[in-house]
């Protein structure tokens, strides 16, 4: 996927979208999600997904919470770096619900994760919102806290990372899975980085 470098954040949803709409392990239908992610330099990614659901499940309400559990929306994403070329492959999963709760944490696999604390989780900026029909969340992956992981990333016009993004829900009543990028595996798991799609920066057509 191609994601554009802005000016600033307000250009966001000028950019293409991007769509949820692979179904997983016997998921029959989900809501229409889809996405916007752009780059602005020397300041961070920022993101916005949109799901057209009316009345999500959004029990939880604090950040860390187990969101997954509620009607959520995630991106993962796994940049390059000389630590990673060192033998620490880490990537990023970002989770929220319809109440801004956002799950935020990095590791080389699903368990053994390490957790972002209370402030670097404020950074992440999350928000939600909820209409009649639909909710969003917004945030933000600060460039700061991205070399806290990596190391100087050095990003630009070119420049490479992989990512994914996920709609889920696993509770019983109105479980399903759906993903951005297919993910190959014949059990539910959506920390799987082999099948994170590839994701260049792209000067924005002006």
């Avoid at 949820?20 to 809501?31: F, M, N, S, Y």
């Avoid at 659901?53 to 959520?72: C, G, I, K, M």
């Amino acid at each position: 996927m191609d994601v554009e470098i802005l000016q600033n954040s307000s250009e966001l949803e000028m950019t293409r979208p991007f769509r949820v709409e692979t179904l997983l392990w016997g998921t029959k239908k989900i809501p229409e999600t889809y996405g916007y992610l752009g780059f602005v330099p020397g300041d961070g990614f920022y993101l916005k997904m949109v799901c057209e659901e009316a009345d999500p499940l959004r029990t939880y309400t604090e950040d860390q919470d187990p969101v997954y559990q509620d009607s959520a929306m995630e991106a993962f994403v796994m940049f390059e770096s000389d630590r990673e070329r060192e033998g620490f492959p880490i990537y990023m999963n970002l989770e929220a619900n319809a109440n801004g709760a956002l799950l935020a944490a990095y590791g080389k696999e699903r368990v053994y994760r390490s957790y972002f604390s209370k402030d670097e989780v404020r950074a992440f900026s999350c928000k939600a919102c909820i209409e009649s029909d639909r909710w969003s969340i917004t945030l933000k992956i600060p460039l700061s806290v991205l070399e806290q992981i990596y190391g100087p990333l050095h990003l630009e016009e070119g420049s490479r990372f992989r990512c994914n993004f996920y709609k889920i829900s696993e509770t019983a009543a109105c479980e399903h899975y759906a993903s951005y990028s297919p993910v190959l595996s014949e059990t539910p798991d959506f920390h799987l980085p082999e099948f994170f799609a590839s994701a260049k920066l792209v000067r924005r057509e002006r």
